[in-house]
């Protein structure tokens, strides 16, 4: 029985036309990701072409994780309804419609309205693509296939901000969406051609109160933090109101989950110890790198005047080094096992965000550029193993609540990194105003601003040391390979 078992699952991998099924869905994650990012640098921009605040212009990225944060957690329930074809084909066209209105978008709402279509293409893709991988890649190549999509998720928010800088100085912020969107139809043609089904449609019972649960509870916790960085600050009611609203609802929907046969999302994946460590330091890492990406380029045109063109530049080589080192750190994973990796590379990652918190206005371009570059050789050491070691650990059946929660959690730990970025840099510059005889002297603004922006690193120093207490609880997960089952 367990021979026949074997055979049928290797014909089965055998099948699979894998490097064409990865194009597809790299090709459409590059640019979900690029466009998720490239609208960073264009936020100064934007500013004053549309005449809002940095708080409101922040909205277009928070929208955006908002969206991501509501569908993502069904999307382990929609892998179960429909095929890959079918969900890779309308991920697109969610993706190249959003796309196209961001393009010809005239105004502030409409540009909001956009990106939150963008993001419902994003949702549907980015599990897709790690469940897919994970069911067409054998467990031994698994480090260096995820070692690629890191490549890829790592470079397009690294060369985002620099093509969108170019963009900007050349033409206008509208361009940074003309140019997405001929790649995401060829991806679509690409995905129509190859695209093969590779999970089961099981269509489970759909539980309307799960999903509304789910809904309220990362939506609410996504839209208070991110509603903390505006004037109001942490004490306004509808920021509390949102944040326990959005707590209660999700430990109501962990309840319900517990208790259900089919549940929407299985929560029992947290069962498995390697998994629940995984997850909080891919929450971390998420936090740390989405938070600076923000920080970063607006310290780099506000503190020290560049153009959004050159901030961009100044960020890219950080992020191409991440990229290149993904690959390198997933054959390193498959031969080493996480350990090894995740330690010292939290404790580059914290040892450059700490230098980071002495950034003043007159920082060197090679100060920049050399702690981006170790801050992101750190996080590629953490991210990928941290999270290929987790889900080995799940039991086949689980792979699709795994990735649900790993990609959910990402979302939520992006949306709450970056708004606790902003308010405590928010909260820096006030109290450094506070200590001034005149506060109404332009002369202190950017002062006060620096202080913020140490502040806020400071804070993204503290979560990577929590990273680091929990690396030492990491053990290796040796996945049997007959049966694509972990071994304890």
């Known amino acids: 029985m367990e021979a ?20 597809s869905l790299l090709l459409a994650g590059f640019i979900g990701m690029f466009s998720e990012t490239a609208l960073n640098v264009a936020l100064s921009d934007l500013m004053n072409v549309l005449q809002i605040t940095p708080a409101t212009a922040q909205w277009l990225t928070t929208a955006y994780l908002l969206t991501l944060g509501i569908l993502v957690p069904i ?52 599990p897709l693509m790690f469940n897919t991988i994970l069911i067409i890649i054998a467990p031994e190549k698994r480090g260096a296939a995820m070692g690629m999509i890191g490549l890829v998720i790592m470079v397009a928010p690294a060369i985002g901000p620099t093509i969108a800088g170019l963009l900007i100085e050349s033409l206008s912020w509208h361009w940074i969406f003309w140019l997405s969107l001929p790649f995401l139809v060829i991806a679509l043609l690409f995905g129509i051609l190859f695209m093969q089904n590779v999970t089961k449609v099981t269509k489970p019972k759909i539980d309307i109160l799960s999903i509304v649960l789910s809904s309220i509870g990362f939506g609410g916790i996504v839209f208070g933090f991110s509603s903390a960085g505006e004037e109001a600050g942490w004490g306004s009611p509808k920021v509390i109101i949102a944040i326990v609203v959005g707590v209660v609802s999700l430990l109501l929907f962990g309840l319900r989950q517990m208790k259900m046969k089919q549940p929407m999302i299985n929560l029992r994946a947290f069962k498995y110890p390697m998994f629940s460590i995984g997850v909080a330091m891919v929450f971390i890492c998420m936090m740390v790198i989405l938070s600076s990406m923000l920080i970063l380029p607006m310290y780099l045109q506000q503190g020290q005047g560049y153009t959004a063109f ?22 390193l994973f498959d031969k080493y096992g996480p350990k090894w990796l995740v330690i010292p590379g939290l404790i580059i990652a914290a040892t450059a965000l700490w230098f980071f918190s002495s950034i003043t206005v007159a920082s060197t371009v090679v100060f920049v550029i050399v702690l981006h570059s170790t801050l992101m050789i750190g996080v590629s050491m953490v991210f990928m193993p941290a999270q290929t070691n987790g889900i080995n650990q799940l039991p086949l059946e689980l792979y699709p609540d795994g990735t649900a929660i790993m990609n959910t959690l990402q979302q939520v730990a992006g949306a709450i990194g970056t708004a606790l970025a902003v308010s405590i840099m928010s909260a820096g510059s006030k109290s450094y105003m506070k200590t001034v005889a005149d506060p109404a002297d332009p002369a202190n603004i950017l002062p006060a601003f620096t202080q913020g922006v ?8 503290s979560m990577a040391i929590v990273g680091l207490i929990l690396a030492f609880f990491v053990k290796r997960v040796v996945v049997n390979h007959k049966m694509n089952t972990p071994m304890h």
Do not use: D, Y
């Open 454 to 461: 140490q502040n806020a690193f400071i804070f993204g120093m």
């Open 4 to 23: 026949t078992m074997q055979g049928k699952q290797q014909k089965e991998v055998k099948k699979f036309k894998t490097i064409p099924i990865l194009v």
């Open 75 to 126: 999307s382990g329930m929609l892998l179960q309804w429909f095929s890959t074809r079918q969900l890779f084909v309308a991920a697109l066209c969610f993706s190249i419609l959003g796309t196209f209105l961001a393009a010809v978008s005239p105004s502030f709402e409409f540009l909001l309205t956009a990106r939150v279509v963008q993001a419902m293409g994003t949702a549907l893709l980015l």
């Open 310 to 331: 050159k901030a961009g530049l100044l960020l890219l080589p950080g992020g191409i080094i991440n990229g290149l080192m993904s690959p390198i750190m997933g054959r």
